[in-house]
C-alpha cells in the first residue's frame, strides 16, 4: 500500500457538490465481477457515435460488471457498480499480447464505461463532471462475507460463490468516458490480489425495475448468456488520476 501512495500528491478539483482532491485515493474496500463473451455486433451498438468498437477477444466482445464497496476513499464512503465494453479506437489493431502484458502502453485500448451508478452525491458529481463517467445516484447494497453480493436497486443483483482459482496482482482500470464531446482515457493504478474463478460461480439477475443499467443490460442480451470468469479481491487500493484527452472528438 505505501508503494502506491508515497509520491502522490493530490490537489483541489471543485464540483458542484464540494471540493474534490485529485488523484482521489481508494485506500480500503471490496471489488468483484464478471467478464462476457457476446456477439461484437451486439456490443458496438451500444459503442455508435463514440468512435470505438469493441476489440474482439477470439471473434467476440468482452463485456464486464464490475462491483465495489468502498469503505475508506477520499471523497468518502460509497458503492458502485459499473458495467463496460473492452474497445479500441474504431480502426487501430492494438496488440492483444500487449493488451495483457501492461494496459497502460496502449493508447487506442480501454474500457468503455456504460453505466457507473453510485451511492453518493459527491461521487456523483466528481465522476460526471471531471472524467464524464455515466454516472447517476441509487441505492446499491453489498455483502462481502464467504458469499460476495450486490443489489442496483430495483435493476440488477450479481452474487459470486466463493472462487479457488488462481490468484494474481490487479491490473490497472484502463477507461474510455466522453466528457465535452472529446474523448478522456484514465489509467486508474490499483495495487490489489484478484482471486479467480469460473463464471458458473457467478449469477447475475434482472429484477424487473427499470433503470440504465437494466437496459443495457438487456440490449446487450446479458440475461440470456453466461458469464466466461468472475473474480474476487476484499483487499481494493487504487489510485484515480484526472484522465487524458486523447484528442479525437465525440458526441457530449
Known sequence: MTQLFENVVQKPRSTSRGPCELPILYRDGSWFGVFYRIDVARANRLLDGTGLEAMPLLGKA???????EYRDSTVGRYGELGLGIQTRKRGSAPSLLKYALDQRKQPDQGIWVVTLPVTTEPAWAAGVEI???PKYVTPIETRFDDRAYVRLGDELEMTLDPVHGPATPSVP???????????????I???????????????????GGEGKTASAVRKLGLEDEKPLLAFRCDAFRAVLPAGEDVGFAMPC
Open 173 to 187: 482500470l484502463v477507461t474510455f468516458t466522453g466528457l465535452g464531446g472529446r474523448m478522456v482515457r484514465t489509467v
Open 131 to 133: 472524467w464524464g463517467y
Open 62 to 68: 468482452l463485456v464486464t460488471i464490475q462491483a465495489w
Open 189 to 207: 493504478e490499483t495495487h490489489s490480489k484478484m482471486r479467480w474463478g469460473s463464471g458458473g460461480r457467478a449469477r447475475v439477475r434482472l429484477l
